[in-house]
C-alpha cells in the first residue's frame, strides 16, 4: 500500500486488513475505540482498543508534526524498528513488544502500554514510584551490552554498523539541537526570556565551553562504542508502579554509551533544578541509575565473548572495564550537561519547568541549568566516579 | 557474466568485449601481451599490454591465494572499488586510476604502473629515492581529511560507515592477525625459529602488552575517524622515481587515523631492524612521513567544514588540531608496535629479513623488531611528538 497519513478511520480499515493484529483487539473493527495520544514532536501516535486487547499505532509523517514546514525522511520509522527489534531480546520486558512494521506505511503496530505514564509527566505530577531509574540503568547496561565490540564478535556491530548509519535525518537533529545550535545564536532557537538574555550571551561567547563542546561532538560523531537509544529522556519512558518502559528509538545510532546515559542523567537533572525541593530524590535516582548500570554491565561483561580484550584474562578484564567504566562516566557527564542546555534554550524545551511557581524561580531554575551544564560540560574530562559528578550538578 | 577466474587467455576475450578498456590497449587482441604478476597473498593480478597502452587487471579468488583452503569472500574487490572512487579525487595522481570495476566478476580494471615497483622490493635492493614517505604522509592527510567527521558533514562519514562496514571478511584478518593471533599461541602463526622460542613465549605471557593490545582493539573497532586504506604497509605502495603510488586498498574501512600511519611506520622500522646501517635513512624516512602528514593536514583543516568543532573559530581549531594530532601519534605508535611483531612472528611475514647476512643476524633482527614493538604498544598512550616515537624505535 503507497504510503498516506492515516487518521482513526483509515487505521481502523488497515487494521482489519490485518488479521494478525485485529485478533488482538478482538470484537467487530466498528466496536474499536481509537484515539489519537501523540504528544511527542515527530509522529502520530494512535491507541486501538477492542475487547481482548489494546495497540498503540505510531507512524511517521513526511514533516515534524509540531512544525510542518520542516520536512523529515519517513524512513526513521524503519530505525526505530530495527532498533526494537536489535534490543528485545536483550532488554525483554523494559520495551514494548513491536508487533509489525510495515515498511510502506512506515507504521509500527507495537504492545499498548496501559495504564502506563510517560515518566516525564509522571515526575512533574509527582507521581512517580522511586527506584525507576535502576531499571533504566538495567536498560542501557542491557541494550550496550547485546551491541558492543566489548562483548560480541565485531562482525555483530559492523553489521548495526550498516543497518544504522543511514539514520542520518535524525542524527543531523542530535548534531544540531543538542551539539551545535545552543551554542551560538540560531533561528532555530526560541527566543530566551529577557532575564535570561546576558546568560545566554555569556555560554555563546564561552570559548572553553566551545573547545569542551568539539570534543564532545568528536566523540559523539566517532566514538562507536554501541548501539543507543539515541534519545533517551524521560519522555521517551513509561511507566507503571515498578513497571518500566523504553520507548521511541527512532534516533537510534551507533555511538558512545555515554551518550544514552548522559540524556537520561540530564533529564533528571533539569527536573531537579525546576523543582529544587526534589534535589534528595532525584540525587536517589541518579545514583541508582549508576549502580544499577554499572552492575549489569559488569556482570554481563563477565563472561567476555568479544574481540575487544579477547587477550585478557579475567582480572585483567575487570581492570579494564573499570577503566571503560570510568570514561563512560566522563562521557556522561559532558552529554548530561549538553542535554540540560538544549533542554533549556534549544528548539525542544522541557515542561518540567512548568513546575517552578513564580517567574523568578523558573529564572533561577534555568540559569542553574544553563551554569550546571556548563560545569559538566567543561570538567567532564576530570570525573573519576559518580560522587564527582554528583558535586557537578551540586547534588553531593 | 556470472563469476569464473580468469586465466590469460579468458581475460584477452573479456577486454575485447569491453571496447572502452580495448581501444586504451590498442591494436589486436591476439598481439595483447598478458603477463600474470600476483605477488600478494590474496587476488590474482594481470599486466596486458598493447601497442597504445597498459592495464593492470585484478581478481578476487573465492579463497586466499597462496592458501586455497583458506576461502574469502570475492566482495572485496567490490571494497577496494569503493575505495578507489571514494579517494580518488583527494588524492590523485597518488593513486592508480580506476578505469572499470566488474561487478560480477569481481574485477577491477585500472591504470597500469610502469615502470614502477613495489616499495618494499626497492627497499630491499635499496633502490628507492629517498623521500617517498613525505608522498604517503601527504597520501593519508588527504585521504583522510577527505572522509573524517573533522572536515566534512557527518552524512559523508555516515555514508561511508555504511558502504565499508560490510568490509567484515577482510577486517575480520586485521582483528584476527594483527591484533589478537601474534599475542597467542594459535595455528595461524608459523611456528617461530628455535632461537626466538623464548622471546615469543615472553610476548605470549606478557600481561601488562595483552591489556595494551586491549585498548589498541578497542581503538580500531570504535573509533571511526576517516576512511582507512586499512593495509598501509611497504608492499601496498608502488614507486618509480618521485613518482608515489598507493595500491590494494581493500581492507579498507572507517576507523583511527593512526592505523594507516602505523602499519606504514612499523614497516619502515622493520626495515631498519633488518637492515640496521639503513637506521639513518629510515629515520629520515618517518620524520618526513610525520611532518608531512601534519603539514598537509593542518593546511586542509584551516577551512574547516565539518559538523565536529563547527563552534570553534580559527585559533580554537588550530589548538583542537594539536591535541588531536598528539592523539593520532599515539594511536600510531600502538598500530606500529603491532604490526611490527605481527610481521615478525604472525602469518604473513616480511621478505625485509632476507636482508639479513647470517642466520645470528636474523635472529637478532627479530629479537630487536619485537621489543621494540612491545615497548611502542606499551608505551604509547605517553607519546607527546614525533621524537618520543623515534626514541621507542631507537632512531633518535
Ligand atoms: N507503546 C505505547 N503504549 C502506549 N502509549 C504509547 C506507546 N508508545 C507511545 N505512546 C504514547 O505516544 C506518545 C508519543 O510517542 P513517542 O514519544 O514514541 O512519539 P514521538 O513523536 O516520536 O516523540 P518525540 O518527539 O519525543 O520523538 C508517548 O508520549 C506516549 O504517550
Ligand atoms: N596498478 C598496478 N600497476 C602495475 N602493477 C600492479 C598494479 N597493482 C598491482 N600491481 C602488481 O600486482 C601485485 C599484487 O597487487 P596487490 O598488492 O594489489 O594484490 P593483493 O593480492 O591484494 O596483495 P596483498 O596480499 O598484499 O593484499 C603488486 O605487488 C604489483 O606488483
Known amino acids: ?140 547496561a542491557r541494550s550496550v551490552h547485546a551491541t558492543s565490540w566489548i562483548s560480541r564478535p565485531f562482525e555483530v556491530g559492523s553489521k548495526l554498523l550498516e543497518e544504522f548509519s543511514g539514520n542520518t535525518a535524525l542524527t543531523r537533529i542530535t548534531v544540531d539541537l543538542i551539539l551545535t545550535d545552543p551554542f551560538r545564536p540560531c533561528s532555530r532557537n526560541p527566543e530566551a526570556e529577557a532575564a535570561l538574555l546576558s546568560d545566554v550571551t555569556a555560554l555563546q561567547d564561552n570559548k572553553p565551553l566551545h573547545r569542551a563542546v568539539g570534543v564532545l561532538q568528536d566523540r559523539f560523531l566517532t566514538a562507536r562504542q554501541a548501539l543507543l537509544h539515541g534519545d533517551l529522556h524521560t519522555g521517551s519512558i513509561m511507566l507503571h508502579r515498578d513497571d518500566v518502559r523504553v520507548i521511541d528509538g527512532e534516533f537510534a545510532t551507533m555511538g558512545p554509551i555515554g551518550f544514552d546515559c548522559g540524556l537520561y542523567l540530564g533529564n533528571l537533572a533539569l527536573h531537579a533544578c525546576a523543582a529544587p525541593h526534589k534535589q534528595d530524590f532525584i540525587r536517589t535516582e541518579i545514583i541508582a541509575f549508576w549502580s544499577s548500570f554499572t552492575n549489569e554491565f559488569r556482570a554481563l561483561l563477565k563472561t567476555g565473548g568479544g574481540d575487544v580484550w579477547a587477550l585478557s584474562d579475567e582480572t585483567q578484564r575487570e581492570e579494564l572495564l573499570e577503566n571503560f567504566l570510568t570514561s563512560i562516566l566522563q562521557d556522561t557527564a559532558g552529554f548530561c550537561g549538553l542535554e540540560m542546555i538544549r533542554r533549556t534554550i534549544g528548539f525542544a524545551q522541557v515542561a518540567d519547568y512548568t513546575l517552578c511557581p513564580t517567574p523568578e524561580n523558573r529564572t533561577q531554575a534555568r540559569r542553574k541549568a544553563l551554569q550546571t551544564g556548563q560545569r559538566l560540560i567543561l570538567d567532564a574530562s576530570t570525573v573519576q566516579n559518580l560522587s564527582d559528578v554528583l558535586a557537578l550538578l551540586t547534588l553531593v
Open 1 to 140: 500500500m503507497p504510503y498516506f497519513t492515516l487518521d482513526t478511520s483509515s487505521l481502523r480499515h488497515w487494521l482489519t486488513e490485518h488479521a494478525d493484529l485485529a485478533s488482538r483487539l478482538g470484537g467487530n473493527p466498528e466496536d474499536w475505540m481509537i484515539r489519537e495520544v501523540s504528544d511527542g514532536n515527530l509522529n502520530t501516535v494512535f491507541i486501538v482498543a477492542g475487547p481482548d486487547g489494546q495497540l498503540c499505532c505510531k507512524q511517521a509523517l513526511p514533516h515534524v508534526r509540531v512544525a510542518p514546514e520542516w520536512p523529515m525522511p519517513l524512513q526513521r520509522a524503519l530505525y526505530e524498528a530495527r532498533y526494537m527489534r536489535a534490543t528485545a531480546d536483550a532488554v525483554r520486558p523494559a520495551a514494548p513488544e513491536l508487533y509489525f512494521y510495515d515498511e510502506e506505511m512506515f507504521l509500527l503496530v507495537m504492545e499498548c502500554l496501559t495504564p502506563h505514564e510517560v515518566l516525564r509527566s509522571a515526575l512533574i505530577r509527582d507521581d512517580a514510584q522511586p527506584g525507576f531509574s535502576a531499571s533504566i540503568g538495567q536498560y542501557v
